[in-house]
């Protein structure tokens, strides 16, 4: 299951689609987001969704991730920012914050290079025709799509 490509196509195949996008490991607003939809990923799968976590994380970093919050939907590695940047949901998190975050955070490490590039948290519902049906996203990391809402946009999508 590691080391290839996935594609949202492939992805919708089985069902509209939860993707969500997570800055890393080391963040609790993600880590706190990641447990919310693990306890209602047993109601999405019976809505016939998917999920998919998305993190700009070296596997084993996403792995962690993974066992921690006890998903058992994929946290994929979005190496480089590459899929976030061509979203235009990938910052820069700016001279200061590299030098305040670097104190605790190796995100060098953690991501395989030294962009300090970060995904703003983001919570996509799609159709299995490809079509957003709802989206969520905020700059400011700490807010996140409401659960209850996430279900509700699942529902439609359907």
Same mark, same amino acid.
Not at 29 to 36: D, E, P
Not at 126 to 138: C, Q
């Given at each position: 299951?590691?080391?290839?490509?996935?594609?949202?196509?492939?992805?919708?195949?089985?069902?509209?689609?939860?993707?969500?996008?997570?800055?890393?490991?080391?963040?609790?607003?993600?880590?706190?987001?990641?447990?919310?939809?693990?306890?209602?990923?047993?109601?999405?799968?019976?809505?016939?969704?998917?999920?998919? *976590?998305? &993190?700009?994380?070296?596997?084993?970093? %996403?792995?962690?991730?993974?066992?921690?919050? $006890?998903? !058992?939907?994929? +946290? =994929?590695?979005?190496?480089?920012?590459?899929?976030?940047?061509?979203?235009?949901?990938?910052?820069?998190?700016? *001279?200061? &914050?590299?030098?305040?975050?670097?104190? %605790?955070?190796?995100?060098?490490?953690?991501? $395989?290079? !030294?962009?300090? +590039? =970060?995904?703003?948290?983001?919570?996509?519902?799609?159709?299995?025709?490809?079509?957003?049906?709802?989206?969520?996203?905020?700059?400011?990391?700490?807010?996140?799509?409401?659960?209850?809402?996430?279900?509700?946009?699942?529902?439609?999508?359907?």
């Amino acid at each position: 299951d590691e080391g290839r490509l996935v594609g949202l196509t492939d992805i919708l195949l089985q069902g509209p689609a939860v993707v969500t996008f997570q800055r890393g490991h080391w963040c609790p607003y993600c880590r706190l987001n990641a447990i919310g939809i693990v306890e209602v990923q047993q109601e999405i799968a019976a809505l016939g969704g998917q999920i998919v *976590a998305i &993190m700009p994380e070296r596997g084993k970093f %996403a792995r962690a991730m993974k066992a921690a919050v $006890g998903a !058992s939907f994929p +946290f =994929l590695t979005d190496m480089d920012n590459g899929y976030a940047l061509s979203l235009n949901l990938a910052i820069w998190i700016g *001279a200061e &914050m590299e030098r305040l975050m670097g104190v %605790a955070y190796d995100l060098p490490n953690y991501q $395989g290079n !030294s962009s300090w +590039f =970060l995904p703003i948290p983001a919570t996509f519902i799609v159709g299995t025709d490809g079509v957003i049906t709802d989206r969520f996203v905020d700059p400011d990391y700490r807010r996140r799509m409401d659960i209850d809402d996430l279900i509700t946009a699942l529902r439609r999508a359907r």
